[in-house]
């Protein structure tokens, strides 16, 4: 079974298709919701620490700026070239789980346990996991599907808080995190990953390279079997 994706990331409008050969039929799964976000810190050697919970989440927008190389001679274009670029985002979430502060903004403890911030917390380069679920309108069923940016480099929490008002309704704030998704550096430059069922529980660097063609297999096999009759 094959699987093929359109994505619109502002608003987290997700489309998913899955193609079943033998069928020759289609299923379209629609983003309905978000669950939590999670990270995984990446390591010197570029693999990955254990994933950590960080927030239920509100929202994301994500965009992948797009430049063009163009060339015109002539009287008319005779080259024209799409490129893609930086990733950029925003997330919208609550309250912070656990350690994460500390983990993902390098925040300290003072002497009372409270969180200090200061200027030269060190944030380290993550994977975040987007958590969304995606229902299919034929039979009203509803999944899981997650979102994995492989290398991102996260700006600041926001603090915004608004007073209750005159007739006493409060405003609850959700706090949001820009973020800059780069792409990795493998054959395939991944910047992004989408699936749909259960998220991953650990987060690793082959997880991102794409499968190998059945031509490159066929060429693996045809270079064995001349080494093996060399021999």
Do not use: W
Not at 117 to 132: N, Q, S, T
Not at 155 to 172: C, M, R
Request: include cysteine.
């Amino acid at each position: 079974m094959a699987h093929y994706f359109i994505i619109k990331c502002l608003g987290l409008n997700i489309q998913n298709i899955h193609m079943n050969k033998e069928e020759g039929m289609a299923t379209i799964k629609l983003t309905n919701g978000l669950r939590k976000l999670k990270a995984a810190q990446i390591k010197s050697d570029g693999s990955y620490e254990a994933i950590i919970t960080v927030a239920d989440l509100t929202q994301i927008t994500a965009e992948t700026a797009e430049g063009e190389t163009k060339l015109a001679a002539g009287n008319y274009v005779i080259y024209s070239k799409k490129n893609k670029g930086l990733t950029t985002g925003s997330l919208g979430l609550y309250a912070l789980e656990g350690d994460a502060e500390k983990t993902l903004f390098g925040a300290k403890e003072n002497t009372s346990g409270n969180l200090l911030y200061g200027m030269k917390d060190e944030k380290k380069l993550v994977a975040l996991i987007i958590e969304v679920t995606a229902v299919n309108p034929a039979t009203n069923i509803e999944e899981d599907g997650f979102i994995i940016f492989p290398k991102v480099s996260l700006g600041e929490l926001s603090d915004d808080y608004a007073t209750k008002d005159a007739d006493g309704n409060e405003v609850i704030n959700a706090k949001s995190l820009s973020f800059s998704a780069m792409a990795l550096d493998n054959s395939n430059k991944t910047y992004k990953l989408k699936g749909f069922g259960t998220t991953p529980t650990t987060i690793t660097k082959e997880m991102f390279n794409p499968k190998n063609s059945r031509s490159s297999e066929d060429s693996e096999e045809v270079t064995k079997i001349l080494d093996d009759s060399k021999a």
